[in-house]
């Protein structure tokens, strides 16, 4: 039954499921690639779900309902932020037309993004996220300071796109009376509305749903508002994503290096974290950066400049990364690199070119470590076949 009310978008050969399913956790192919059933490759994480679900096992759903004052957050990272603009939009304006005070929480540093949306936006971080990626920098005040802040305003209806356990278990503590939020992430205790999502249902296509669910609309062209003016001296360029917080989801910089030197007629910009580059490829890093086609722009863009270099450029190459999802947003060409992750869950399906290697018996992975180095999937994108595709492209006639 389940099975006949699936669709599926094939693009590159990759898989990107449009369901009508609830958004239980079914036995599929979706669900075989997660941990007790969450969305995730990480055992640690799973048992911080599993941990936070059984606060309270017999929680039950309530009908969703609007109230006041309502409060929507994307706390993840960049890319999250972006896939999420069209749909926070569309809340905000549903709930202008309700006469219901909103406002936008977003990580402290992605702050400027929601200002420059015209909304108001309060910064908020569920930090325990750090006990995860960066424990050194975890500070318990930091966190209990935030919630408490927050307890201090409090809020009605708290509309959550992020959607893990993590961020429940800290919005419920900022005293939202109601949490909406999907629970393929778990918190499932805290929350009252779960949102429809599937596991590794496409986080472009789900939009829609949860849109239809909260019944607003979408807003695409929120991203307008972000455009500003060209940087000088990069107007009309190719932007180069080349490095992400992970190592293992970085295209080797050697193929960036060729695709620069055949594109030798093309003006390409330089975005990402000189520190984020492995020590084995800082002489071929300084080689990219010597290149007369090359302005380097590497730790020297905010938030807010990074959109506007993005919006103003001709062409995105990158990594699977936030500048990724603000290419979409813009609706440029290029491409995404794509490997330990599944792009049928993370790509734009009418987005950037997908370039992808899911050979390795590990795929999908957790992607903070690689437990078979040999079988490397970034690695394993040919060079040839990416230039052979923006050859395609009028930014590299």
């Known amino acids: 039954m389940a099975a006949s009310l699936e669709r599926s978008l094939r693009v590159d050969n990759v898989v990107f499921p449009t369901v009508k399913t609830r958004h239980s956790a079914e036995s599929s192919p979706a669900a075989r690639t997660s941990l007790l059933g969450y969305d995730t490759r990480s055992l640690r994480s799973a048992l911080v779900m599993r941990a ?3 606060l309270n096992p017999f929680k039950r759903e309530r009908e969703f309902a609007w109230a006041g004052p309502c409060v929507v957050s994307s706390i993840a990272g960049l890319g999250d932020l972006f896939i999420h603009l069209p749909l ?118 789900n939009l829609r749903r949860v849109a239809d ?7 695409p062209g929120i991203c307008e508002q972000l455009r500003g003016e060209p940087m000088p001296g990069t107007e009309d360029a190719v932007v180069l994503s080349l ?22 007629h093309v003006r390409f910009v330089l975005t990402g974290f000189a520190h ?10 300084g080689d990219i950066r010597s290149r007369p086609n090359v302005r380097d722009q590497l730790d020297r863009l905010s938030v807010v400049d990074l959109v506007r270099l993005i919006a103003s450029s001709v062409a995105v190459i990158t990594n699977d990364a936030g500048a990724a999802h603000i290419a979409n947003g813009f609706r440029k060409p290029g491409a995404v690199l794509f490997g330990p992750a599944n792009p049928g869950a993370f790509a734009a399906p009418d987005g950037l070119k997908i370039f992808h290697d899911n050979s390795c018996p590990l795929h ?9 180095p040999d079988q490397w999937c970034m690695r394993k994108i040919a060079a040839e076949d ?10 590299f006639g």
Not at 170 to 195: E, F, N, Q, V
Not at 248 to 263: A, G, Q, T, Y
């Open 213 to 219: 669910y909260l019944g607003c609309d979408l807003e």
């Open 276 to 285: 984020e580059v492995s020590v084995e490829e800082q002489k071929i890093l």
């Open 52 to 54: 936070v679900d059984a």
């Open 88 to 205: 926070i939009a569309g809340i905000v304006g549903e709930c202008h037309r309700r006469g219901i005070a909103t406002r936008v929480a977003l990580r402290p540093a992605l702050a400027a993004i929601g200002e420059a949306c015209g909304w108001e936006v309060i910064p908020f971080d569920d930090s325990l996220v750090d006990l995860f990626k960066t424990p050194d920098k975890f500070r318990v005040r930091n966190l209990v300071g935030r919630v408490l802040a927050r307890r201090r305003e409090p809020v009605a209806l708290w509309i959550d796109l992020t959607g893990n356990a993590l961020s429940a278990l800290a919005i419920k503590c900022a005293g939202a009376h109601a949490l909406a939020a999907r629970t393929t992430r778990g918190g499932r205790s805290m929350i009252d509305h779960p949102l429809p999502h599937r596991l590794l249902e496409n986080e472009y296509g």
């Open 364 to 372: 999908p992975c957790v992607q903070w470590h690689c437990a078979r």
């Open 386 to 395: 990416v230039i052979a595709y923006l050859a395609t492209l009028p930014a």
């Open 243 to 264: 490095t992400t917080a992970c190592r293992w989801k970085s295209w080797p910089l050697e193929n960036f290096l060729r695709l620069i030197d055949h594109f030798a």
